[in-house]
């Protein structure tokens, strides 16, 4: 049997708040019979009562550092999009985004100080393709449209339609096209830019390679393949040396 535990729950509000009346869904770094922080005890009982509650994470196992980025991969798969508020350059919100970009969800940022560490991660999906959020209208905006929660009803059609009467040569009745489906999510440049940074570290190694030859290798234009380099460099994934020769950290 699969470690993967679903148990009724929903998120809510802490206890001293208004209680919500929707059931929602809610994701666990460890067991979902481990809570934590303790404090909120009183807080997944009443998510216990709603909704959904969803772990990868055995039970009785409590959560570590490294259950969280798969805890927000499955965050992210269950939004139609995710906003990053605030993330610094190496904040883990960047992994999430990234899970989200892969799972074809939208990407929103916050923009920030260009001066402020804080903002660095959402200033940095700004600048690689991310939806500009300044409120609420603008998360909407960006958002695909909501599946109905029902489906809609199907037309009945016969199955065994009355014969024509004799002589008569009316026509079958016409089928109903079948409604239209809402066009998918227009592909971003994020999506774009992460392919050209995998592309890149694929083909580098230990050894150093002249830029050049790497951008003949990619068969990309320079004007793409050189702001990837730079991303990476920054993130301490590849160094370069004298002669701009290239290679893995």
Not at 82 to 95: P, R
Not at 187 to 210: C, D, F, K, M, Y
Not at 211 to 240: F, H, M, S, T, Y
Request: proline letters at 13%; charged letters at 20%.
């Amino acid at each position: 049997m699969s470690s993967f535990r679903a148990w009724l729950a929903a998120s809510t509000p802490p206890p001293t708040r208004q209680p919500w009346k929707a059931a929602r869904s809610r994701c666990w770094p460890g067991g979902v019979d481990v809570l934590y922080p303790a404090e909120n005890a009183r807080l997944a009982e009443d998510i216990a009562a709603r909704g959904l509650r969803l772990s990868e994470q055995p039970m009785g196992m409590a959560p570590q550092a490294r259950h969280f980025p798969r805890r927000n991969r499955i965050v992210s798969g269950l939004c139609r999009g995710v906003v990053v508020v605030e993330a610094a350059a190496k904040s883990g919100s960047l992994i999430t985004a990234r899970s989200a970009l892969d799972q074809g969800r939208e990407v929103l940022a916050v923009p920030g100080h260009p001066f402020d560490a804080r903002a660095a991660g959402c200033n940095m999906l700004l600048r690689d393709g991310a939806v500009l959020v300044r409120n609420a209208a603008d998360v909407i905006e960006a958002l695909p449209p909501a599946a109905p929660d029902h489906a809609p009803d199907q037309p009945q059609l016969a199955l065994d339609p009355a014969p024509a009467a004799a002589g008569s040569n009316a026509a079958p009745p016409p089928v109903p096209p079948a409604p239209p489906r809402p066009d998918p999510a227009p592909r971003r440049n994020l999506r774009e830019t992460a392919a050209l940074h995998s592309a890149i570290l694929q083909r580098l190694g230990p050894s150093p390679v002249a830029e050049d030859q790497l951008i003949r290798d990619l068969n990309a234009p320079a004007r793409a393949v050189a702001p990837a380099l730079v991303d990476l460099e920054l993130d301490g994934k590849i160094r370069r040396s004298t002669g701009g020769m290239l290679a893995l950290s």
